[in-house]
């Protein structure tokens, strides 16, 4: 019977698997989650390098001036982007459910966010020609003149010029109570990036064209920095009354255009249906 046991035990020590080495002291064996995913378009920003030197102005600050064409060449293709041919272009559920990077809104806002995606085109208040585009739904400026510690941030769009001193002057206390389209911006230095502080908005302008409301609460923060004749943006939209938590853009790339460009005047704004939209594939 002993024998037995011994045999037993014998047995099933075998079926136990080794013990390993003993864990060098200062190793640390707990598990760490992977890093946050990263966007194919942040992917493909991170990619890009110039060869060229960055200008700076007096100061030694990058200096942004320049034409920055609004088509990179992605082949990942635009974010948002809203594809024709499908039943409804501006109620495309799988594009929508393939974008990476969407504002996270609180629970019993979601709601109002797919009513006013899934209204009709003409209740997005940047399809008619009653309402600016705003910021940061503008996006990228298409052009940049940076002089006398002053920056201009120009898009050809309505209501698309912002004039911002570069002097490093504090936020004036009362910015905040502006109604604003492209909000009360102030602009500074954090070593090579230029950044742009705005506050002082109203709640008519959308995020995207996805139902992306905000209210007139909302704090935008951009960024933009140049490598030689590349421009990197990208924004960051705080909003706690609506927002579980404050949404960043992905990194957009503009390639500056060497050639002299004439900035026109905003074309005239026309009701319009989805064929005569001014930006009829991304709208966001």
């Not at 088509?71 to 499908?86: E, H, V, Y």
């Not at 705005?198 to 905000?214: A, P, R």
């Not at 990194?251 to 939209?277: F, G, K, M, S």
Request: net charge negative; hydrophobic share 35%; with cysteine.
């Amino acid at each position: 019977m002993v024998a037995a046991a011994a045999i037993g035990t014998a047995s099933l020590a075998a079926q136990q698997p080794a013990a390993g080495p003993p864990v060098p002291q200062g190793l640390v064996t707990t598990y760490r989650p992977a890093g946050k995913r990263v966007s194919p378009q942040d992917g493909f920003a991170a990619m890009q390098q110039s060869a060229l030197p960055t200008p700076r102005d007096a100061d030694g600050h990058p200096d942004l001036s320049g034409n920055w064409v609004a088509n990179f060449p992605n082949p990942i293709g635009a974010p948002g982007l809203r594809m024709k041919g499908t039943f409804e272009p501006d109620q495309a559920v799988m594009q929508r459910g393939a974008q990476w990077n969407k504002p996270l809104y609180k629970p019993e806002l979601w709601e109002k966010v797919r009513s006013l995606d899934f209204g009709k085109a003409d209740i997005d208040p940047a399809y008619g020609c009653t309402h600016p585009v705003g910021v940061p739904r503008q996006n990228v400026p298409g052009r940049i003149v940076q002089k006398d510690r002053q920056i201009f941030l120009i898009n050809n769009v309505e209501n698309g010029i912002r004039i911002l001193p570069l002097d490093g002057r504090q936020r004036d206390p009362l910015d905040t109570e502006f109604s604003t389209y492209n909000g009360m911006g102030l602009a500074r230095w954090d070593g090579d990036t230029l950044v742009v502080e705005s506050v002082g908005f109203n709640d008519i302008t959308w995020l995207g064209w996805e139902g992306y409301f905000h209210t007139d609460r909302m704090k935008v923060t951009e960024r933009f920095r140049r490598q030689g004749d590349l421009l990197f943006y990208g924004f960051t939209v705080d909003d706690p009354d609506v927002l579980m938590e404050p949404w960043t853009s992905i990194t957009y790339v503009r390639r500056l255009n060497p050639n002299p460009v004439r900035q026109d005047e905003a074309a005239i704004c026309e009701e319009r249906d989805i064929d005569l939209l001014a930006d009829p594939y991304n709208r966001g």
